[in-house]
């Protein structure tokens, strides 16, 4: 998603279910043959035979696979270690996965054995070894040993950050530690993630910052603002955004109609309606004249004038030969574009190095996607090698 006018103040969002992504250590890739799938080495042997509906990469030594329209997941010996039975299961991490079975939720390690006493309507991603969980319409939090470590009380809580979580009763929020006390009372009117030690709250419609004591480190006086990072946030105060540090000292001035927070050492800004970006010392490297434009990603930043094109650190613009449909940041060092409908990827030199032939295309995760062609999907490789054969 393309950043055109982002709003300043950020509040907070609830992810029930996990992704699938490759881990770092990779032995198999997932690989299909017609509609079956097994796994291949990262030339393309297959080694586990193709008879799956659907295989996922393998995480912490096991890959969850499909069959029957249910799930079990297998070692990387292609042995089976529960039968079919779930209806979702997340990957492994350290050593637990969450699964659903008749939209009930549970957490089993990798002997498929459950670990929570309760079932939940809603599991979310395992951080810092707790995950939210939700019952009765009500949100807290378990560890990765199927513990209940925060009640289900609230009626919603963010994913813990520093230590902390924020955690929200009817309009009002607060913060829970890791051990499950309310450390901070439930009074703010909204608030965000604990980031550089300092957590944006709101108060009589204005915001400020507070410490782990509930301190308001940085008093209750902007309009509105967005989390630290890399050390500054951006606030916004009679119209106007700028940043300040952690100790509340204005940093860079507050002359913008808007900006993001600081990501790779630069910042997205706004200036008479149009975007550019300033580094931390608020010196402008690339004047605002973009109408649409991105947070840095690996080094570049994505923008759209007449055309998409990318911005360096330097300020200069790498040019895309090709006028695109659409471009996305890069990950992994290439970056999907799509042209005439169809999708393929650019390296940082801008030459599109896999050939535009997708129907779909996700970004590169450990150096293979997933791409969707004649209405399947399938993995590719930085080369563009696809671990997939129709005949």
Known sequence: MMYKNKSVLTFFYFLL?????????????????????????????????????QANPFSEGYAVIESDNHFSFIDDDGDLK??????????????????SLAEKWKVIDTRAHVLTKN????????????????AANQYGFINDKGDIVVKPQFDNVLPFSENMAVVQSGNLFGFVNQKGFIVIPVQ?????????????????????????????????QYKSANIF??????VMKD??????????????PIQYENANPFREGFALVQKNGLLGYIDKKGHEIIAPEFNIADDFHE???LVKDSSWKFVNAEGEKLMLDIHYQEVKDFSNGL????????????????????????EDAQDFNNGYALVKLNGKWGYIDKTGKEFFKEK
Request: hydrophobic fraction near 40%.
């Open 17 to 53: 279910i996990a992704q699938y992504c490759f881990s770092q250590d990779m032995k198999f890739i997932p690989y299909r043959f017609k509609d079956l799938w097994g796994f291949s080495d990262t030339k393309g042997n297959v080694i586990l035979p193709t008879r799956y509906q």
């Open 299 to 301: 080094g570049f930043a």
């Open 229 to 234: 990072s890399e050390g500054l946030a951006p």
């Open 119 to 134: 079932d939940y309507d809603a599991i979310g991603e395992f951080s810092n070894g707790l995950a939210q969980v939700k």
């Open 335 to 358: 970056a999907r574009v799509k042209g005439n409908e169809v999708w393929g990827y650019v390296n940082q030199s801008g030459n599109e190095i896999i050939e535009r032939k997708y």
């Open 82 to 99: 529960m039968p079919f039975k779930y209806d979702y299961i997340s990957n492994f991490h350290n050593n637990v996965a969450v699964v």
């Open 188 to 220: 703010y009117e909204g608030a965000a993630s604990f980031h550089d030690g300092l957590a944006l709250v709101k108060k009589d419609s204005l915001v400020g910052f507070i410490d782990k004591s509930n301190n308001a480190v940085i008093p209750f």
């Open 239 to 252: 119209g106007k955004v700028g940043f300040i540090n952690t100790k509340g000292d204005v940093e860079i």
